[in-house]
């Protein structure tokens, strides 16, 4: 089972033991967070209705606040004598994917499975008019 979440703007797929950096989350370290879901898949059942997935809870635990690499930004302008450069360093957030999806959220999928098809009421006509 793995879920697509979105988080920073961004979407990652993402499985139950995964571990990755994602930009900033105001929690400290050893905190759970829950993630958005927008994405599930579970074998062969996928539910890509985005009100739907997000009943579905992602759970992570927040291994480490840093900071990334830094990245370059140069701007640069021909024969008017302006260059200038500039450096970033994206604030980053390490989690491990704790669980996909709950035994409470997989409950009210299951009863509805569950449920007896209803009957279909048919009209009883006499059977002369068949006959005729």
Same mark, same amino acid.
């Given at each position: ?8 703007? #961004?979407?990652?797929?993402? !499985? ?10 105001? !929690? ?16 062969? &059942? ?5 009100? #739907?997935? !997000?009943?579905? &809870? ?24 302006? #260059? ?20 409470? !959220?997989?409950?009210?999928?299951? &009863? #509805? ?20």
């Amino acid at each position: 089972m793995y879920a697509i979440v979105k988080t920073g703007g #961004k979407q990652y797929k993402v !499985a139950p033991g995964d571990k990755l950096n994602i930009e900033k989350l105001d !929690a400290a370290v050893g905190d759970k967070v829950e993630l958005e879901a927008i994405c599930i898949v579970d074998g062969a &059942k996928v539910e890509a209705d985005p009100a #739907k997935a !997000a009943a579905t &809870k992602v759970t992570a635990i927040i291994l480490e606040q840093f900071k990334g690499e830094k990245q370059l930004v140069f701007k640069f302008k021909k024969r008017k004598n302006y #260059k200038k450069l500039q450096g970033h360093r994206q604030q980053l957030t390490r989690v491990q994917i704790e669980s996909v999806g709950s035994a409470k !959220a997989d409950k009210p999928a299951a &009863k #509805k499975a569950a449920k007896k098809p209803v009957a279909e009421k048919v009209a009883d006509k006499p059977a002369s008019e068949d006959a005729e």
